[in-house]
């Protein structure tokens, strides 16, 4: 078969192969997750048929979905207040953490005294810091922030640092032969190659932000009409609610995986015009 390409030149058997399997390839990558998610939901939906699983225990997809509109006042309220508090705290996790990178790259003291603290914070599980944030602090939002800030603060720090510590030796140099000041060397040179350093972390923070979200909520034990979707998988298991239950996973999922794209598109539209990442990424 002949492959005519953009500029209406027939191609060689060669170039023709590669273009048919850049197309595949475009193809299959949204092809085939789909493929295989109506094929999970298909299998799930024949599960609960074939053995018979009551409602309460394990619904069906259209259950589910029945669910998921018919509480959707509910359900959307609920998810509201968990993306205000995940969205706070990763904008403060990226004033905090790259101000502290920002204060690490021009200090080795600084980094050497702070950075083992915010070691201490990622490796220390939240729900053991909670109890403490629930003695010290009264506000139960400001509670649910704290600990969701703590999860997504340091990715943003460690990458961002490592980001701006790893600019080329012979580029410092030169910028330092030109007189350059340490704050030019800084906003010309060490920022700009930090970007995507900084912008792979604020992928990585931005589920971890939802994450923490969650669980600060179910440590926290929120309830009420303003409380976010945690308490609602709580409220929906106390009554055996499987379908809300679920209806309400389906949710905080949704919003991670799209939380993850926008920030994935973020990072390419910022770095698509002269990262080799992104460049790639467009052939």
Sequence with gaps: MTIIDQAGAVLDPEEARRVRAE???????????LAIMVLAIWLWDRICVWNGI?????????????TLFKDAPLLFSSLLVTLRITFLSLLLAVVGGVGLAVLFAQSKWVEMSLFPFAVVLQVTPIVAIFPL???????????????????????ILSNT????????????????MNGATRWQQLWHLRLPAAMPYFLG??????????????VAEFV??????????ASRIIEAGY????PRLFAALILISVTGILIFLMLSLVSH?????????ALKQER
Excluded: M
């Design 23 to 33: 197309r595949l390839e475009r193809l299959g990558k949204w092809l085939l997750p």
């Design 133 to 155: 944030i629930n003695i010290y602090v009264d506000n139960q939002t400001a509670k649910l922030l704290l600990c969701a800030w703590i999860v997504a603060f340091f990715p």
């Design 54 to 66: 009551p409602q309460y225990i394990l619904p069906r997809p259209g259950v589910v979905l029945d």
């Design 269 to 277: 539209l910022i770095l698509r015009r002269w990262h080799e990442s």
């Design 239 to 242: 009554r055996l609610n499987a």
């Design 161 to 176: 640092t490592l980001g701006l510590n790893s600019v080329d030796r012979n580029l410092r140099d030169l910028f330092k």
């Design 201 to 214: 972390g604020l992928k990585i923070a931005g589920g971890l932000s939802l994450i923490g979200a969650v």
């Design 220 to 229: 926290a034990g929120a309830s009420g009409q303003s409380s976010g979707l």
